[in-house]
């Protein structure tokens, strides 16, 4: 039984401890005095649970590898001027290899502004236009951390995606679109042939079932049921929804787009929530750090 699982939480932990190897290997080939370890930001406004939960994350996986982070944090009041002089700062520093702005943003900031004010360069989260763009060009300079989470998990699990059918339910700008144009790319993971699903499309399931690949990234829980699924698809679940269950002391659990008790038994391979693709983002992110930091070292990986 759990051949078929996916294990993001384990693949991630074996990507994390590469990247540590890298890193340590870096160290010890180059002089001290001229040293100093990858060094991610991250920039928070107010006091949102998960963000802050996030942000945390983001800060054990940097120390985990070795690498330096630094949490900024502004009051929710800060105003759009202040943000975007603020942002200002670190795309100048040069100690900074990127950084990244925790979304949502308090409602009176205006996000894509703020977004397209980080230096492309800088931009770990790959949410700039420019970076998203290149994806379209396959010239990808920071991939967003949940679809490059997806190739990594693929790659890894040795999943075959050239010649492939690849179905995407849901076209958002940092998940769907991104993951569909990435997989139908000339690429070591891509060759695939890609549908892009959504609200407006027309006998869903007939779509669903074609697929040899099934990405499910819409943010409805346990959309997917049994019957869209082909048998013998591999099955990715990009969903984390938190549904109400008073058997939990916390009076909710956490379950992706995908019914996974009524799949598993029909999918070749599958992604669990938690643990599947939720897990590898942290990571995704800590190897577009280290990539900007061999960027700035003169190495483009
Ligand atoms: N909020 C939820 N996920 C993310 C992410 O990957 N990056 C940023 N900046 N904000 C988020």
């Not at 990234?217 to 109400?244: Q, T, Y």
Request: net charge neutral.
């Amino acid at each position: 039984m759990d051949n078929k699982i996916i294990n993001g939480k384990e693949i991630s932990n074996q990507l994390q401890t590469e990247l540590r190897q890298r890193w340590e290997n870096w160290a010890q080939n180059h002089p001290a005095a001229l040293l100093r370890p990858p060094h991610l930001v991250a920039v928070l406004v107010g006091n949102n649970p998960a963000s802050e939960a996030y942000v945390g994350n983001k800060a054990k996986a940097c120390a985990f590898v070795g690498f330096k982070s630094t949490l900024l944090h502004f009051e929710t009041d800060i105003s759009q001027a202040d943000l975007l002089s603020e942002i200002e700062k670190l795309n100048q520093r040069a100690d900074i290899d990127g950084f990244i702005v925790q979304l949502p943003l308090p409602a009176h900031i205006d996000e894509q502004q703020i977004i397209s004010a980080i230096h492309p360069d800088k931009d770990i989260d790959g949410f700039h236009p420019l970076n998203l763009g290149k994806i379209i060009l396959g010239k990808a300079q920071f991939i967003p951390a949940t679809p490059l989470g997806i190739l990594e998990l693929l790659r890894v699990a040795q999943i075959e995606t050239k010649g492939k059918k690849v179905v995407v339910v849901g076209r958002s700008n940092i998940v769907g679109t991104p993951i569909s144009l990435l997989l139908s790319r000339n690429t070591a993971v891509g060759n695939s042939t890609v549908t892009l699903c959504h609200s407006h499309t027309a006998n869903l399931k007939e779509e669903t079932l074609q697929a040899d690949i099934l990405i499910a990234a819409i943010g409805r829980p346990l959309f997917i049921k049994a019957d869209m699924v082909k048998p013998g698809a591999v099955v990715i679940d990009v969903g984390i929804n938190s549904v109400s269950d008073v058997s939990q002391k916390r009076g909710f659990r956490l379950v992706g787009d995908v019914d996974f008790e009524a799949v598993f038994p029909i999918a070749s391979k599958i992604t669990p929530v938690p643990g599947g693709v939720g897990a590898m983002t942290v990571t995704a992110l800590l190897l577009n750090t280290w990539a900007a930091f061999m960027a700035n070292q003169g190495i483009k990986i």
